[in-house]
């Protein structure tokens, strides 16, 4: 909930609900190496009954569809079945984007017997689809940033729990409330034989989501390093043994999207998307979505600029990988908590608020600032020592600098403060800003 997804609050629920929202996901039955593409979508227009749709997504080979999902379409069994049937028709696997209760408010559908705010896909809809093996799962869209968003006031509401009421606690504690939810909810998609995907928007907060089991999703482009996010995120999936590392890679940039494939000055291009799913593919990640078919393709279904950068991609798998997240050797292990700073200080809206604790003074810890500037050591001054991604509008570097996909930072692995170094990483250099010698 960038700027960007600030200006895009929907206006009212029976606005919504006129637009309809789901995503698209597809499946390929024989994945090349374990790599498996997918989009965004959603079938507000009904676009899944035209054929330019469909083969706007054939061009690009896609394997499976993140459907952008409604309410209505989840208690309409018509529309979410004409959702599901057009995916079994093209046997391509799909997952359900819940990202609409980050932006609407006092919805029913939304709203948990505990007092939290979040949307869980119901029992019987669960029930129907838990044999259908192109069902994936469910992607809860940026929900550690809404946890932390917890009483800060948009638009006149003020934002409700999305994990737990954590206002109160120390940061630790409301770290541990986290993972006790996700667990929970880990769980009861489990019992359905299916993946709960946690998309994740910032260089933090992965580990919490990884104790608890979900899969993570970090963000590609966006306004973040793509390595470290790599580096961030294949850390807190190799130490709680997540079997897959899933990314998202984001079109949008602050206010810049590309629609139809066109954007403003100084957004993603073409180009960043093809490298980054080259990144993506070469960086062995295991599922890899784009946000969002609308950058892809125009209204009629042509592929943009973007959507042939995808052609162009996919043309381009057909080695083997030869680097994985699991396996790659780290020169530096690095241990600290995920205390979710990242520059917060320089964030037009966004509050230094680690899982929702509202600590009475918003001064980044010690640890934070260590964290900061081993970052700006260790990429050569291209991350700097204050902030690590482009959210922080208000930093005189991310303000004057065009994003830059990498920061050129060296193999390395960040653990949460519940690893014991050195682990199995003898052979490498280990910096513990857990411990005051370090930071």
Known sequence: MSRSRNKRLLPSIAGLFLLLVPSLAMLSPEPVWGFRFGVNADNWDRQIKKPAFVEALRRMKVEFIVWHLSPEEEVSPERLMEIVNFCRQNNWGY?????????????????????????????????????????????????????????VKLKDNAVPPYFADTRKLDPRDAYEEVVKKTKELVNYYGRSKKRLVFEMVFPDYAHGPARGGAILAPKLL??????????????????????????????WF??????????????????????????????????????????????SFNLTAYGRKVVEFQNTRTTPRSLSWRTFVPQQVIKRFPDGYWGQKYSSFIPNHPYGAWIKDETPSAEALSWLKLLNRLSQGKIPGEANNWNAVNHDYFRRTPYIAEANLPPLLVLDHLFTLPGSFAQAQTIDLTSKKDQ
């Open 222 to 251: 966006k306004e973040n390093f793509n390595d470290l996010m790599y580096y961030v995120y294949a850390g807190a999936a190799r130490q709680y043994s997540l079997p897959e590392l899933w990314a998202c890679v984001d079109l």
């Open 254 to 299: 602050l206010d810049k999207f590309p629609e139809a494939g066109r954007t403003k000055p100084g957004g993603h291009t073409p180009e960043e998307l093809y490298q980054a799913l080259l990144f993506a593919f070469e960086r062995g990640f295991d599922y890899v979505y784009v946000e969002h078919m609308k950058g892809l393709a125009d209204q």
């Open 95 to 151: 997952l359900f984007n819940t990202e609409l209760v980050n932006y609407v408010p006092k919805v029913p559908h939304f709203q948990q017997p505990d007092g939290t705010y979040r949307w869980d896909l119901k029992p019987p809809t669960m029930k129907q689809l838990e044999n259908d093996p192109l069902f994936l799962g469910v992607v809860y869209d940026e929900p550690e940033l809404m946890q932390s968003m917890l009483g």
